[in-house]
């Protein structure tokens, strides 16, 4: 090859040296240095400068740096359980409405025959499936068998239990911090907010969560997860299959929800 | 441990793990970034934000690629962002050290006239690759740290870079040109 054409191979070294030419450059490059010593100096000379490169000491890092970080990541780690403790003491919430309106409409002859015997507004909630269900609640429902939860509301009695339970129910946890770190793992699916905090966890018996799941995968959603007006029919379909919502937070409604199955 | 045992304990919430894989990455991390940034606590803030990306999004990397590949994504994003804001900050200054490919040429070493002692040819060299690198365009840079300093393939800095194999292996190309016509003045140092 002529020297007119040693720019042209120049300009090839770079990518030589690292074999990532194709077959037929690094052929003609490699018959081109068999008689070139100036692009020969050349290539000794960018392998030299690379491999120095490599060589070079990393920077010593700042003094502190690691411990700095973990103690950094430990913050995040106890402020997100925080929150999920303290989104756990709250029991009142729309998500609890929702569930407990879905589980209503699903027992809505039961309901109707305690309505027919006691005042709605002052019944004690008899001992039934639903017997946790608090009137206020119910009481709603039965008459508008409405699937639409009622506004976000702080509860005004927080020792009501507004926990939803069903037969074969398993509770998936206690008052202490220690059971709620995490999601329980007894639960077939756990709903969150946005943030991945836990707005409900939904307990199934172990023979119905292949079908529970299936209802979970069925439903549409996006990469945001299930949209607010789809949860309620999602969460009526579950209990229908016997789950046990139990809800964690006061959280207002949100636009988007993600049930981790 | 390796990366991928280390973030599945990351995952169910293990810091330790997260401990360990920061000492695994810390130097090489900082290092990169304190080459981009040229600024020890630009750089400092750089790494650790990268680092507490990773433990926050950690349930967010699928393991399709290599956790060093996703790290350093983050990173050069952050180092990037950076340099955005800097740019943003202090035109008048950025007018002279424009990206152009041609403007690195004009950003000499200083004073490479004096022969070094044999004994100091090699912490010679290290100065003054470490001043050549410095001076290279931001682009050009990135590609050799990642390509000669951390040693990543080709197709893993398309990734990093979020640009075609083709453009890496053009500015791999230009950035070692680029490096060899900055040293060539001390060009004895590494034949």
Known sequence: MANSDCKDILNLLPLYMDNMLSEEETDIVSRHLESCESCKRELLYITSISKSTAALS???????????????????????????????????????????????VVNIPKTADINKNQTPQNTATPTTDISEIPASHSAPVAENTSL??????????????????????????GGGSSAFTEYPQNAAAVLCDEDSFVIATVTIPEDMRAQALE??????????????????AILQKLSELGATIETKTDTALTENYIIIG | LSDKNLIKKIKSGDIEAFAKLVSQYE??????????????????????????????KINTFREDSSFSTWFYTILNNICLDILRKRSRA?????????????????????DTTQSPHEKLQKKEAQNLLNSALSSLSEEHRAVIILRDINGFEYDEIAK????????????????????????????????
Do not use: W
Not at chain 1, 215 to 232: N, T, V
Not at chain 2, 90 to 110: A, C, F, G, K
């Open chain 1, 215 to 232: 209802i979970l995968s069925s439903c549409p959603q996006d990469e945001k997860g299930y949209k607010a007006q789809d949860i309620h």
């Open chain 2, 27 to 56: 130097k090489k991390a900082f290092s990169f970034a304190f080459r981009m940034l040229k600024d020890s606590r630009d750089a400092e803030d750089a790494t650790q934000e990268a680092f507490l990306r990773v433990y926050n």
């Open chain 1, 148 to 173: 639409t939860p009622a506004p976000s509301t702080k509860a005004t009695e927080e020792s009501t239990p507004k926990t939803t339970k069903l037969p074969d129910e398993t509770p998936t946890s």
């Open chain 1, 58 to 104: 990393d920077i010593e890092v700042p003094r502190d740096f690691s411990k700095n970080i973990i103690e950094k990541a430990k913050e995040i780690q106890s402020k997100k359980r925080a929150r999920r403790i303290a989104f756990f003491r709250c029991t009142s919430t729309a998500i609890a409405t929702a569930a407990v309106v879905a589980l209503c």
């Open chain 2, 90 to 110: 202090v035109e008048t200054v950025s007018i002279h050290q424009s990206d152009s490919e041609n403007d690195e040429y004009e950003l000499q070493i200083e």
């Open chain 2, 160 to 191: 990093i870079l979020n640009i075609s194999l083709g453009t890496v292996k053009s500015r791999i190309s230009r950035a070692r040109q680029a490096l060899g016509k900055i040293l060539e003045n001390n060009r004895e140092l590494f034949l």
